[in-house]
């Protein structure tokens, strides 16, 4: 272990995660935080606005098989507004909905439908972030200020980003409650069943933006310059290019890469691409998808499907490819298996990962999962993206929507 080493944070240690784990799980590198102008040592967490807070609370236990351990809303003297904390390893979704018919997070949803308000961040300095953000140009929604109750202090600020989604920033170091100030212990009441696993997924691996055409490069140099984040990866043109659709992606990330923030614009194409479906139906920029570490995937997704969860198709063809056994070599499991299922296989230099993706979970064709098992490999799937596209516009097209 090096003075550079990767720290855990409470959450990770408390899902029982270790560096090594964790270096596989979502593809940690160690890094300097001490010349880092916006350090972030982790995803805090993502909020949610929905139409029916409770019931998707529910889903979320229910079939994503996470924990209820906090809320808050009119039985704890919020009576504008429900909010339900729910963790998965250290992977945490609070989810929110307007109770009152006057509240603003009703405003948001008519816009958007279900989807991600706030990808938010923890840091150890809000102040020091903060003071980088607004030199560097960012839009400061929230000042940095303490909220306090009796498990301690918690200072915050937030920064815009794309859409109306934000960044919260949490400096989380003094305080002990079972979320944020105002938030109330709470018990999941769902039962697991017998010989499931703890958990279906152990982390958040990365959290998608996707943004209108000739804005990529934009919120790039904005993570860039205003949260020093790193270029990752990039994908361009015929990378990500079908017949009828095509997008451009890029990957910025936090020093350490326990955040990573892929970046789509819709590209040129002959119709419709799945990034413009997803700005004319959600009503402008947004998170995209959330893609979320599993050490099981076989397990992970069996269960998931035996609770109702749909994923997209990929076509027996992907399997059957010959070209596809000589690209991805030697994997964990028989390829037969991963085609029983529909998961998905890439290769690079470093390894390799297995992942697939859930139809979208709300009304609107906007906002869906991706379930990822990385064995090495840094990247996103860049091999897999024109076999994923082509099913995906399949789905697309059945919504007279290519
Ligand atoms: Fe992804």
Redesign the pocket.
């Known amino acids: 272990m090096t003075a550079n080493a990767v720290e855990l944070t409470p959450e990770e240690l408390e899902a029982g995660l270790d560096a090594e784990q964790l270096r596989r799980l979502v593809g940690l590198v160690e890094h300097d935080a001490a010349g880092d102008p916006f350090p972030v040592i982790a995803q805090d967490a993502i909020v949610f606005v929905v139409g029916n807070a409770t019931q998707a609370a529910q889903f979320y236990q229910a079939v994503f098989g996470m924990e209820l351990v906090a809320y808050s809303g009119p039985e704890t003297g919020r009576r504008d507004r429900k909010a339900f904390v729910l963790r998965s390893g250290s992977c945490r979704f609070v989810i929110k909905g307007g109770v009152s018919p006057d509240s603003p997070l009703l405003d948001h949803h008519r816009r958007h439908g279900d989807g991600v308000v706030d990808l938010a961040l923890e840091v150890p300095d809000v102040d020091k972030c903060i003071a980088h953000a607004r030199a560097t140009g960012a839009t400061v929604l929230e000042e940095p200020n303490d909220v306090t109750d009796e498990h301690g202090t918690v200072r915050r600020a937030a920064i815009a980003t794309y859409g109306e989604t934000r960044h919260t920033l949490v400096d989380r170091s003094r305080y002990h409650g079972p979320y944020l100030p105002g938030f109330v212990t709470a018990q999941t009441r769902v039962q697991r069943p017998e010989g499931h696993p703890k958990r279906l997924f152990q982390a958040l691996d990365?959290a998608?933006g996707n943004v209108e055409l000739g804005k990529m490069d934009e919120w790039v140099g904005f993570y860039n310059r205003v949260m020093g984040f790193e270029n990752m990866a990039e994908f361009v043109g015929d990378d990500i290019a079908t017949e009828y659709s095509a997008l451009m992606s890029k990957v910025v990330a936090s020093g350490n890469h326990r955040v990573k923030f892929?970046l789509n614009e819709p590209a040129i194409a002959k119709k419709k691409s799945q990034i413009d479906e997803y700005l004319e139906f959600y009503g402008g920029p947004g998170c995209q998808?959330l893609?979320l570490a599993t050490n099981d995937i076989l397990t992970t997704v069996d269960i998931l499907r035996s609770n109702g969860v749909e994923f997209l198709n990929t076509p027996d063809s992907y399997y059957d490819d010959p070209l596809l056994r000589e690209r991805i070599g030697k994997v964990r499991v028989p390829v037969e298996e991963l085609k029983k299922r529909g998961i998905l296989v890439d290769r690079d230099e470093d390894g390799y990962l297995l992942?697939i993706f859930t139809k979208p979970q709300g009304d609107r064709p906007t906002v869906f999962f991706?379930f990822?098992e990385r064995h090495g490999s840094l990247g996103?799937?860049k091999g897999n993206f024109k076999a994923l596209f082509e099913s995906l516009e399949r789905e697309q097209d059945k919504r007279g929507n290519l």
């Open positions: 990365h998608v892929p998808h893609a992942q991706e990822i996103f799937g």
